[in-house]
């Protein structure tokens, strides 16, 4: 022992001490414990060293602490140490690291109240919880429950829960989850939904007996019992409640913080309904009952509506509306009679005011007098043995009676609703079983503790002596089973507490002694207790400071009692008059019922009762008992007592299971942990109690596997053995040297407290040191390997750095040398240059001189000869002047001589013409010369006629010569203006040209400047360009830089708008899924209710005691048309039975009958309504078929009219869904933004480009239908007036013959042909009429189609307005396309659909003419014989035309389809068939009877071997629903016989894969597409069935082998389980391992390829069965502790790979089945990566896209190391987590939906077998089958 002891207490051990704030504090040993020392030197986590004294005497060394990896438990007794730190330290390390707050400790259930509401109480929890044993899953209310639910089935022993703990624990949230898992699990054995009633209950107590406290908003203040019955068949049929401590002083008093029961606060809150008027109701603070707390509201609480809720709950637990309204009539009659005020007369006694108000309502309210209140409130009757006398009473007396009588009708009530709770909970089934639900206080101690604390601890004490009692059983069974020697275990023993308080003259007989003393106290009871048991009883105290008050030694704690109170408390009296005053109501009936058993209730001394302190107790009587009056009598106390022992008898009688709630804080803090709270309450509630049980044993239990695979690293290759047990043994014996430390059982190994951690630490350190030789090992390879590889690089290095030197300095040579040349011919060219240079200046030189001098010399000639021209022409110009002048100087000279003479000439002639001789001188010959002037003046006339044309000549000639003249004058004074000019620029020319010489010399100089500055400038210059080069590659670069990026960004945007697309593509694939998976989970349903309506007629007729073996019910999947000929063959019952069994049915309980017939007419309806939702077609067609002849043509005109109609409507929502894309177009290309898709823009241009071309194409389809459309009504109308001809012309015919007939035998064979033609023809025109029908319902539905499309474009239309510019031309552009693409594909589908439907009536018609024109002909034939008018128009169809028609059918009689179904359905064996004959033979041979009913247009032959088939198909499955091979066996037969239905249809879409034999096999009579999809629906059912069916068989694989089973053996260490073992890891027999799982994967798989199965079924079912395998896996992971480590997510994901490789292997990987285990690939890589720093919480958001973030956080919570090398994950990396996950939109749901299944298609797989080469083996029975 000291050995051990100095190896455990060593440098660097931890250990526990106490701690005055934190209650234990851990420490870490800094110095090696040695024997003797006093003390040890410790270091505190915060680095503060202590020393740490030890006591001389006991040398009580510290608690150790456990190893890391066994931290955070799930089960406290799996610690190595045993104590109260270890307990408190690992429910601390769950409850806030971890955030879970349920742990088992061993038996118990310890729960902490986290104060938030968390998502672990779903249904999907309670399913997975459902049927798992309680160590299988992580601690859980739902896991106590189920193991409960469990042992009452296996055990056939009731059970009890009993769940206890402090006020605001969470005691009534544990119960009420409890009760919801058993009514969720067990289910009603009834229609009266007994579950429900039992949940109901919960909010009735809760608004009537809870309340809000300091601690706890919604307290309990009584206890309850309900004990939940169960029948034979572990169902659930009632309830039954028992209540115990009913707080009744706080009808009258609450303290402050606190609320009255919360019912009267949902009354003042819901004071304004109108059916509450009358009750006078206002604000809770109105009245002293409510507001005395001064907290009338509750956060986060709606009193209204929680009033609601509490009478929904009255009205299913049948208490009616009148009865309500009476109870909340008592309760508001309370709260008045609490607000009467009562005031002092004198001294000793007091009065009520007239006319009080509240009392006045509490009279009219219950139905009593004004006066009798009054005054009874104010008085009581005094009685003596000679006379009764009134005594009045003081106000402080008369106000304790007032709040009595409250206290005292409350009680009352609440015992009447308590009781008709009960009845309503109560059935007539017998029970054969229950649960009981224990839901009471917890051990209270307070500062001042009274009579109720007293009670409540006496109950605890019992219940804590049960539980000590159960637990040391059940350790002394576990030590009995496994043959270990029992020693007797020291446990606390409350024998001596109980004796104390109930045992004669014990606490409570004193009590009651007392209350029956005329002149009893509480001071005279309390010196009895003194003198009684303060001297004989150590656990009784008296305080010193005290005469009034005594302590008790509970088994938890040391309790001061105040003595005050006690005896009033016990009495608990009320005023008899008070009660007599109520019971003669004559109003208010309910009041009298409360009050109707109510007798004397006054104490033996008759005294009046005080106040009676903080709190009054109410016991509920047992119903059971007769209320006598002596009963009435008994105290408080003693009726507890009773009531308590009642309780215990139960509770023995049952197997108990205990849930012990703890409260975390007293502030109501979410996830707050307070050490000191939390360990009172752990030593209250019995759970150390439990440890140190367990501790004081051997509390460690391993297995002997376990152990080996534990500690097989302490082992020597020679210590293992093949005998497990006795390597075990010698093992320990070498390790462990004192024996007493273990023992040895038949399967386990028990060890003491503390040799786990010894055992551990070995193993640690073993490892330790192989990790260290490891690590040294690997340190030297890696450097040895390292230095090699730099060795090896140095050489390297070395090679190639003195070939580099070599190399460099042949390149050096190479260069001077080619330098030397190099500067040789550079100076050669420098020196050539420069000479060249000189050269070229001196020429360039020279030939500029020398142009200049010549220009010099030019310019000088030039400037003489124009000199001389101008000088000649001056002096020419002034020679012309003086000629001029002098000419104009004679000119004028003359003028002036000519003129005088002229004047004279003139003057002498006047004088000579005034003398007469003159005169007559002159007119001598006067008339000659007039005749010769005459003459001359026409000559004169002539000639001035051709000088006037000369004259006009010569102005024209002489004007352009002028303008010439002019133009030549300014042309010369241009001239002479030059020349003066030039004469003048000579001068300026000769000073420019001296200008010029000495600017010549000037220039040179600034040549030879700019020469020099040219060449700086050069240089400068190619620097610049060098410059600009460097950054023209700069620019270059960040051009390629942004070409890369606005590539890149090109590329993102297609992989973004690539990944919306895929999304977009993902959402459409998901919403067809669900819409399958509605479709489908409606059959499902329909399915479940047949087999509910199935089960009732079963027990209705099991009922009757009236055996019909051979009735069915019909079919319930076909629609209206086929169930009018549904067909029930041997399963119809005769007349002559139907009779009986009504005169039988008669007989029965009438209320059963009506009760069954309700039921089934319940069932009737829910399965019309299912039909009706899926068959609305087939209703249509119904009603449509149901119209006569008449009805149908008048009808037709109508439909078409309407159709066209329709057609116009639908026209006109086209052109209205145009113009608004139009509209839409010109907002765009007004409002839209400039870019590349703005209006304008290309890209915009070609989108309404391509949306007009959509449009137009679109029109030219719709035309080319409506074209169509009329020339098939055209075709129609003819095709009915052709058969109206045909129809009216074949009677006149057959009149014809008739009158031809002689014998009345011939008139009555021809009458008969007659008939039979007429009843070929109405058949005839029945089909067309019904091809004619379904044609139009086809297009109707058609029409309804385009509508909902067209409102479909209209709302996406509306959507896309919504979005951006460029968004929304996208979304426009991809919708419209989509619309166009699938409108024309309808239309062509439709096209094509037409053009079958065409052709088909034609065959017919041509089939039918022939076959009336053979009637016909044979009928106007010769004399023929009687025999022959009647056969050949009964049978014209079976005459064979040719023999290859009527090859791959099979005829049978119409007899014999019972026996083809029985023998080829009911009665087949599966294996055979699968094994020895080709697949699907039993599809193929139905089909070919069927094509046979076909070919002869038998319909009911083919309605009755169809109907037969589906419904022997049921029953088959029914019968063998859980046979996985006849399940797929007859799912691979129903899908081929869907197939062979399709492909020999007719239908163009089927046919395209036929050979031309198999389209001649073609059906050619009936259209069987409405059976299609009878027959698929049923295809699945079979495959929802064969689902179920592997989901059975593999549920018990999927834990074990995927979680359980260790598949790489060493990696996951086993950790201890403590008391709840779960299955071992390691492969025992018996035990599934993930072989197991495959083998039987690998099973299904060769049985449904067996069956011939499609191979898209067959993906199908492997993808259904690996998202079951996943689901299942990842739910228990989630729920499983144990299971999250690193070494599991190994495991997981080496599982996981083979199940990968079995889909390789079975050519299975594109089925989809591996991404459904994607969510479990990632939870798995979640466990091995690192989680510590943001890069790995980034890593893991990434990785994990497939999980949830509960899911995430879940697993990070769970994980646990498995050994001490491993680090837990911080709380901080988990917010870190929880902060980044914060966007995410996603379920908040922690499980997956393991019943969720796929929606399944079947593709259509056509064969190519050839129907006519089948044979029907004899094996089958099937003689009576004919092949045709």
């Given at each position: 022992m000291n050995r051990e002891l100095e190896y455990m207490f060593v440098q660097s051990a931890r250990v526990w001490i106490p701690d005055a704030e934190e209650v234990w504090k851990s420490a870490e040993l800094t110095k090696d414990y040695k024997n003797g020392d006093a003390s040890l030197q410790l270091m505190l986590e915060d680095g503060t060293s202590i020393d740490h004294k030890l006591d001389p005497k006991m040398k009580n060394l510290p608690y150790l602490r456990n190893p890391d990896i066994l931290v955070g438990e799930n089960d406290l007794t799996a610690l190595s140490y045993l104590h109260e730190p270890a307990v408190l330290h690992n429910l601390k390390v769950r409850f806030i690291d971890s955030k879970l707050i349920y742990t088992y400790c061993g038996i118990v259930l310890v729960a902490i109240n986290p104060y938030e509401t968390l998502p672990i109480y779903g249904s999907e929890i309670i399913n997975a919880y459902s049927g798992q044993n309680m160590g299988d899953m992580d601690p859980h209310i739902f896991a106590v429950a189920e193991e409960a639910y469990k042992q009452m089935a296996r055990d056939e022993r009731n059970q009890s829960i009993i769940v206890s703990g402090e006020s605001g624990a969470g005691k009534t949230v544990s119960a009420k989850y409890a009760m919801r898992y058993f009514a969720t699990v067990s289910g009603s054995a009834s229609e009266a939904n007994i579950e429900e009633k039992v949940l109901a209950s919960n909010p009735i107590m809760e608004a009537i007996g809870n309340a809000k406290t300091t601690r706890n908003d919604n307290s309990s203040r009584f206890g309850k019992y309900i004990e939940i019955g169960f029948d034979n068949r572990y169902r659930i049929i009632g309830a039954n409640m028992r209540t115990y401590l009913l707080e009744k002083s706080?009808?009258?008093?609450?303290?402050?913080?606190?609320?009255?029961?919360?019912?009267?606060?949902?009354?003042?809150?819901?004071?304004?309904?109108?059916?509450?008027?009358?009750?006078?109701?206002?604000?809770?603070?109105?009245?002293?009952?409510?507001?005395?707390?001064?907290?009338?509201?509750?956060?986060?609480?709606?009193?209204?509506?929680?009033?609601?809720?509490?009478?929904?709950?009255?009205?299913?637990?049948?208490?009616?509306?009148?009865?309500?309204?009476?109870?909340?009539?008592?309760?508001?009659?309370?709260?008045?009679?609490?607000?009467?005020?009562?005031?002092?007369?004198?001294?000793?006694?007091?009065?009520?005011?007239?006319?009080?108000?509240?009392?006045?309502?509490?009279?009219?309210?219950?139905?009593?007098?004004?006066?009798?209140?009054?005054?009874?409130?104010?008085?009581?009757?005094?009685?003596?043995?000679?006379?009764?006398?009134?005594?009045?009473?003081?106000?402080?007396?008369?106000?304790?009676?007032?709040?009595?009588?409250?206290?005292?009708?409350?009680?009352?009530?609440?015992?009447?609703?308590?009781?008709?709770?009960?009845?309503?909970?109560?059935?007539?089934?017998?029970?054969?079983?229950?649960?009981?639900?224990?839901?009471?206080?917890?051990?209270?101690?307070?500062?001042?503790?009274?009579?109720?604390?007293?009670?409540?601890?006496?109950?605890?004490?019992?219940?804590?002596?049960?539980?000590?009692?159960?637990?040391?059983?059940?350790?002394?069974?576990?030590?009995?089973?496994?043959?270990?020697?029992?020693?007797?275990?020291?446990?606390?023993?409350?024998?001596?507490?109980?004796?104390?308080?109930?045992a004669k003259m014990g606490i409570l007989d004193l009590l009651d002694e007392e209350c029956k003393m005329p002149k009893g106290s509480d001071d005279s009871w309390a010196q009895k207790l003194y003198n009684t048991h303060l001297k004989t009883c150590s656990l009784f105290e008296k305080p010193r400071m005290s005469n009034r008050a005594f302590i008790i030694q509970h088994f938890a704690d040391k309790v001061e009692y105040q003595c005050e109170g006690f005896l009033e408390k016990n009495k608990d009296t009320v005023n008899e008059e008070q009660i007599n005053v109520l019971k003669a109501s004559k109003k208010f009936h309910l009041l009298v019922e409360l009050f109707q058993d109510e007798e004397k209730a006054t104490t033996p001394t008759g005294q009046v009762p005080g106040t009676g302190g903080r709190t009054r107790l109410s016991i509920k009587p047992d119903k059971g008992r007769d209320k006598s009056s002596k009963e009435h009598k008994k105290t408080v106390g003693c009726q507890f007592r009773n009531s308590l022992q009642m309780l215990m008898e139960t509770l023995n009688a049952t197997t108990p299971h205990y849930v012990r709630c703890i409260k975390p804080n007293d502030f109501k803090l979410a996830f707050s942990f307070d050490p000191k709270r939390a360990v009172q309450q752990l030593r209250a509630c019995g759970v150390l109690e439990t440890i140190r049980i367990s501790a004081a044993g051997f509390p460690s239990r391993w297995t002997y596997q376990e152990f080996f695979s534990r500690y097989r690293v302490l082992m020597k290759q020679k210590d293992v053995l093949h005998d497990k047990k006795l390597t075990c043994k010698n093992v320990l014996e070498k390790l462990v040297q004192d024996q007493d430390k273990y023992q040895f059982g038949k399967t386990k190994i028990f060890f003491r407290a503390g040799q786990v951690a010894y055992l551990e630490k070995l193993r640690a350190d073993k490892l330790r040191a192989a990790c260290i030789r490891i690590q040294k090992t690997i340190r030297c390879w890696l450097a040895r390997k390292k230095f090699l590889r730099q060795r090896a690089a140095a050489i390297t290095i070395q090679r190639f750095t003195r070939g580099y030197q070599a190399r460099c300095l042949a390149k050096f040579m190479r260069r001077t040398q080619a330098a030397t040349v190099i500067q040789k011919y550079q100076r050669m060219c420098v020196e050539r240059k420069r000479y060249r240079q000189k050269q070229a200046a001196a020429l360039a030189m020279q030939t500029i001189l020398r142009a200049y001098m010549a220009r010099q010399k030019y310019q000088a000639l030039l400037r003489e000869h124009k000199a001389i021209i101008i000088q000649k022409h001056v002096r020419g110009w002034l020679a012309r002047c003086w000629y001029k002048r002098c000419l104009e100087a004679i000119v004028y000279l003359q003028c002036c001589i000519r003129r005088m003479r002229a004047k004279r000439e003139l003057k002498k002639l006047k004088i000579e013409a005034r003398s007469v001789e003159h005169f007559k001188k002159l007119n001598k010959g006067m008339e000659n010369k007039i005749m010769q002037l005459q003459r001359k003046i026409d000559e004169q006339h002539k000639d001035n006629r051709l000088i006037s044309e000369k004259l006009v000549t010569l102005e024209s000639s002489y004007a352009s010569e002028s303008e010439r003249m002019r133009r030549e004058l300014s042309r010369l004074r241009g001239a002479e203006e030059d020349a003066k000019n030039k004469a003048n620029q000579v001068s300026s020319l000769l000073e420019e040209l001296e200008r010029l010489k000495k600017e010549l010399s000037v220039t040179q100089q600034e040549k030879t400047t700019i020469e020099d500055w040219a060449h700086k400038y050069r240089d400068e210059m190619e620097k610049m360009v060098s410059e600009l080069k460097d950054q023209n590659g700069l620019l270059k670069k960040e051009k390629d830089d942004l070409n890369r990026r606005i590539q890149e960004q090109g590329q993102q945007m297609t992989e973004k708008m690539t990944r919306a697309i895929a999304q977009e593509t993902q959402q459409l694939e998901t919403d067809l899924n669900e819409e399958r998976s509605r479709y489908q989970n409606l059959l499902t349903e329909h399915l479940r209710l047949e087999e509910k309506y199935e089960d009732l007629k079963e027990e209705f007729a099991h009922s009757s005691n009236v055996s019909k073996p051979g009735h069915r019910r019909t079919d319930s999947t076909h629609s209206s048309n086929e169930s009018e000929y549904t067909y029930n063959s041997e399963y119809a019952e005769s007349e002559e039975g139907h009779r009986a069994g009504d005169d039988v049915t008669r007989g029965m309980d009438t209320s059963l009958t009506l009760k069954l017939q309700k039921r089934v007419t319940e069932l009737e309806q829910e399965k019309q309504s299912l039909r009706n939702e899926l068959e609305n077609k087939e209703d249509q067609f119904q009603r449509a078929r149901a119209r006569d002849d008449a009805q149908f043509r008048k009808a037709r005109g109508a439909e078409l009219e309407y159709e066209s109609l329709k057609r116009q409507e639908l026209e006109s929502e086209n052109k209205k869904l145009r113009h608004d894309l139009a509209e839409m177009r010109q907002s765009l290309l007004a409002d839209a933004a400039t870019g590349a898709g703005a209006p304008g823009s290309p890209a915009y241009k070609v989108l309404l480009d391509q949306l007009n071309a959509s449009c137009e194409e679109l029109e030219v389809r719709k035309e080319e239908v409506l074209i169509l459309r009329s020339q098939l009504v055209s075709q129609k109308e003819a095709l009915h007036h052709k058969d109206e001809k045909e129809t009216m012309t074949e009677p006149s015919v057959f009149a014809q013959d008739v009158n031809k007939l002689k014998d009345t035998d011939e008139l009555k064979q021809a009458y008969i042909g007659l008939k039979d033609t007429n009843r070929l023809l109405e058949q005839q025109l029945q089909t067309q009429r019904r091809t004619y029908d379904s044609e139009v319902e086809s297009l109707r539905g058609e029409l309804q189609n385009v509508k909902e499309e067209n409102n479909r474009q209209q709302q996406l239309l509306a959507q896309n307005l919504q979005l951006p510019p460029e968004a929304r031309i996208e979304a426009s552009l991809q919708h419209e396309i989509t619309r166009l693409t699938n409108e024309n594909l309808d239309l062509m589908e439709q096209l094509e659909k037409q053009d079958r439907t065409i052709r088909k009536l034609k065959k017919q018609l041509k089939v039918y003419s022939k076959r009336i024109g053979e009637m016909g002909a044979g009928q106007t034939e010769g004399q023929t014989s009687p025999g022959q008018m009647v056969e050949e128009p009964i049978h014209p169809v079976n005459i064979p035309r040719r023999e290859k028609d009527f090859q791959g059918m099979l005829e049978y009689k119409k007899e014999d389809e019972m026996k083809l179904v029985k023998n080829l359905i009911l009665e087949l064996k599966p294996r055979g068939v699968a094994v020895n004959l080709i697949p699907g033979l039993p599809a193929y041979i139905l089909f070919m009877c069927l094509r046979h009913a076909d070919y002869v247009n038998d319909d009911q032959k083919v309605r009755t071997l169809l109907t037969s088939t589906i419904n022997s198909i049921k029953k088959i499955l029914k019968k063998r629903g859980d046979d996985f091979e006849t399940v797929s066996f007859w799912l691979a037969n129903t899908c081929r016989f869907l197939h062979c239905l399709k492909q020999y249809s007719g239908e163009q879409a089927f046919m395209k894969h036929n050979s031309v034999r198999q389209n001649e096999h073609c059906l050619s009579n009936f259209d069987l597409a409405e059976y299609r999809q009878v027959i698929s629906d049923l295809a699945i059912q079979i495959y929802q069935q064969l689902v179920k069916c592997m989901e059975n068989i593999l549920q018990p694989m999927i834990v074990c082998g995927m979680l359980e089973h260790e598949t790489i053996q060493g990696v996951s260490g086993v950790k201890p389980t403590g008391l709840r073992k779960r299955t071992s890891s390691i492969a025992d027999e018996g035990t599934y391992t993930l072989d197991s799982i495959v083998r039987q994967l690998s099973a299904f798989h060769s049985t449904v390829c067996q069956h011939g199965t499609d191979p898209e079924l067959i993906k199908q079912v492997v993808k259904q069965l690996f998202y079951i395998i996943g689901a299942v896996t990842l739910n228990n992971l989630l729920l499983r502790k144990d299971m999250c480590s690193w070494s599991k997510g190994m495991q997981i994901r080496y599982n996981v790979s083979q199940l990968e490789e079995w889909l390789r292997d079975k050519g299975l990987m594109n089925c989809g089945a591996k991404e459904t285990l994607e969510p479990l690939i990632q939870a798995a890589q979640l466990l091995q990566v690192k989680k510590k720093t943001d890069e790995d919480a980034e890593a893991i958001c990434t990785m994990c896209h497939a999980l949830t973030t509960a899911q995430i956080v879940k697993v990070l919570n769970l994980y646990t190391p498995v050994n001490e090398f491993e680090e837990r994950v911080s709380v901080a990396f988990i917010r870190t987590i929880q902060t980044r996950l914060r966007d995410r939109f996603e379920s908040p749901q922690l499980l997956m939906d393991t019943k969720m299944i796929y929606p399944v298609t079947f593709p259509f797989n056509p064969s190519s077998l050839a129907l006519e080469t089948i044979q029907i083996p004899t094996s089958l029975n099937l003689g009576f089958l004919t092949r045709v």
């Open positions: 706080r009808v009258v008093f609450q303290a402050d913080e606190e609320r009255n029961y919360h019912i009267f606060y949902q009354l003042c809150a819901s004071a304004n309904l109108s059916e509450f008027k009358n009750l006078r109701l206002s604000s809770a603070n109105d009245f002293l009952y409510t507001r005395q707390g001064r907290s009338p509201v509750i956060e986060g609480v709606d009193d209204a509506k929680e009033l609601c809720t509490t009478r929904h709950a009255f009205t299913l637990l049948g208490i009616n509306e009148s009865y309500q309204i009476g109870l909340f009539q008592v309760l508001a009659a309370i709260l008045h009679l609490g607000n009467v005020e009562i005031k002092d007369r004198d001294s000793d006694s007091s009065i009520i005011a007239p006319n009080n108000r509240h009392l006045t309502a509490f009279c009219e309210l219950v139905g009593v007098t004004y006066q009798d209140m009054s005054h009874w409130l104010c008085h009581r009757k005094l009685k003596t043995a000679t006379e009764t006398y009134i005594k009045p009473l003081p106000r402080l007396q008369a106000t304790n009676a007032r709040d009595a009588l409250s206290k005292h009708i409350y009680a009352k009530l609440f015992n009447w609703i308590v009781e008709h709770v009960n009845k309503a909970l109560v059935t007539n089934v017998k029970q054969h079983s229950f649960i009981g639900v224990l839901d009471i206080y917890g051990f209270e101690t307070f500062e001042i503790n009274s009579f109720e604390q007293f009670c409540i601890n006496y109950a605890n004490e019992k219940l804590q002596q049960q539980f000590n009692m159960h637990v040391f059983k059940l350790e002394q069974e576990e030590y009995m089973k496994e043959q270990i020697p029992w020693t007797l275990i020291d446990f606390y023993d409350n024998q001596p507490c109980i004796n104390l308080i109930e």
